[in-house]
């Protein structure tokens, strides 16, 4: 039973445009929620977060957005830079639980 | 400052073997998490430790144990290898309880199992 989902396995965008990565979770208890960005032969960074309060969080050119009512959230990268093109996983989290559920990730590329 | 280190970054094994993943984390931090990573299948959490002196099971324990050895180290063993473990291991670690949610994350370790 997959809780969080990412269905892109991939997407491409040309560089300087927008990218937008969207994550769908099923647990109704999940109150927050994280990006991270993966490079090949690296481990997961943290990207951003977002509490379950809000709708909105900026960082930079990264944006995360929270639908509670469709349980969907999305992360704009704008503009986007050959730098970002890694795979990207969205996590959701309850709040004491102290652990994450990951979605399978996305992976973007940025073309020139 | 290292952050989250793992060793060692390659391993092969045949079936049947046994081995364990060293983790170690210089940040203070109380918890502690081992995933593995596989095609299509993201980062799913096999054990983790919420605090020095507990540890408990995430979504794919079989076949695996772990040890909190300290606040620093969490070590994850394999007592008979199989193809099936065939992955990429992550360790990873969080303030803890009351803290921030973010995990930060070790290189991982390769492993086949052949």
């Known amino acids: 039973d997959q809780q969080v989902k990412q269905n892109s396995p991939s997407l491409s965008v040309q560089e300087g445009r927008i990218s937008i990565l969207n994550c769908d979770y099923t647990?109704?208890?999940?109150?927050?929620f994280l990006w991270y960005k993966k490079y090949p032969a690296e481990g997961p960074t943290f990207l951003i977060s977002?509490?379950?309060?809000?709708d909105k969080n900026e960082d930079g050119r990264f944006t995360v957005f929270l639908n509670k009512s469709a349980k969907h959230l999305s992360l704009h990268i704008v503009p986007s830079q050959p730098g970002d093109s890694a795979v990207y996983f969205c996590?959701?989290?309850?709040?004491?639980?102290?652990?994450?559920?990951f979605g399978q990730g996305t992976r973007l590329t940025i073309n020139p | 400052n290292a952050g989250v280190t793992q060793n060692p970054k390659f391993q092969v094994l045949k079936t049947g073997q046994s081995m364990t993943l060293q983790c170690a984390q210089d940040?203070?931090?109380?918890?502690m998490y081992w995933y593995r990573q596989d095609p299509g299948m993201g980062l799913r959490l096999i054990y983790y430790?919420?605090?020095?002196?507990?540890?408990d099971k995430g979504e794919v324990p079989n076949g695996y144990n772990v040890s909190r050895l300290n606040k620093r180290e969490f070590s994850l063993r394999l007592e008979s290898a199989a193809p099936s473990q065939t992955s990429v291991y992550f360790c990873?670690?969080?303030?803890?309880?009351?803290?921030?949610?973010?995990?930060?994350f070790g290189p991982g370790t390769r492993l086949t199992v052949t």
């Open positions: 990873a670690s969080s303030v803890g309880a009351g803290g921030p949610f973010e995990q930060y």
């Open positions: 647990n109704s208890m999940f109150d927050y």
């Open positions: 977002i509490s379950s309060i809000k």
């Open positions: 996590a959701a989290s309850i709040q004491g639980a102290q652990k994450l559920v």
């Open positions: 940040m203070n931090h109380n918890s």
């Open positions: 430790s919420a605090s020095e002196g507990t540890t």
